[in-house]
């Protein structure tokens, strides 16, 4: 197999659930946004807007308000019982758009994860927080973002030094095939 750099990180990124309390630099998060930017959309339509959360009080309300609507109880996510939604992550990215464009979100957070990877960052890709964002009681919560009410909540991006080292979740055998021309 071909290794490089970019391999690499695609390979060993892991979702990160613990972080360290120290924010990312505002170089990191620069490069980040930028990274974000030039993810490819269709017909380049750029459909996605992305706010970046570096408040923990703002971010701690907001899971207030998500796990009051969804059920403190609810096991719903993983490490659902310890963490807020953002397992502490002191920076969270949130993207959205008007209209269905959750391949053109996904493909931008996926730049957001391998960039973070490649500068030694952890990162969670969060959409539970869309039952809360994509729900009425969402709205207040746009508006504190500045995105207009109608515009969709897609995916959110937890970022930081991560504090854990994840085992490999093992992939599935047998998703792929290869079809060549017969000749
Ligand atoms: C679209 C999407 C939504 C996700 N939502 C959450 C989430 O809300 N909370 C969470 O802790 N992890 C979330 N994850 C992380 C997945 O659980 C994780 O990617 C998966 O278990 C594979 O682990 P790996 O990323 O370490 O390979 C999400 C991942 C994706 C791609």
């Known amino acids: 197999m071909i290794s490089n750099e970019t391999i690499e990180n695609i390979l060993t990124r892991r979702t990160i659930r613990e972080y360290t309390p120290e924010q990312i630099s505002e170089n990191e998060l620069e490069t980040l946004i930028k990274c974000a930017m030039w993810a490819p959309s269709a017909r380049n339509l750029q459909p996605c807007h992305l706010r970046v959360v ?67 960052l952890g990162t969670c890709i969060i959409g539970s927080i869309g039952a809360l964002m994509n729900h009425d009681e969402g709205i207040k919560w746009k508006k504190k ?39």
Do not use: C
């Not at 408040?55 to 009051?68: T, Y």
């Open 54 to 120: 570096q408040s923990k009080r703002f971010l701690d309300e907001m899971n207030v308000d998500f796990k009051n609507l969804v059920g403190w109880d609810t096991p719903a996510y993983t490490r659902w019982d310890k963490n807020p939604f953002y397992h502490n992550a002191p920076t969270v990215m949130f993207i959205f758009s008007k209209g269905r464009s959750d391949m053109d979100g996904g493909i931008m957070t996926e730049n957001i994860a391998l960039a973070a990877k490649s500068m030694g």
């Open 145 to 183: 973002l500045d995105i207009p009410y109608d515009y969709r909540f897609l995916i959110a991006v937890a970022v930081g030094h991560g504090n854990e080292e994840p085992e490999p979740k093992e992939r599935k055998s047998g998703q792929f095939k290869i079809v060549k021309a017969d000749d």
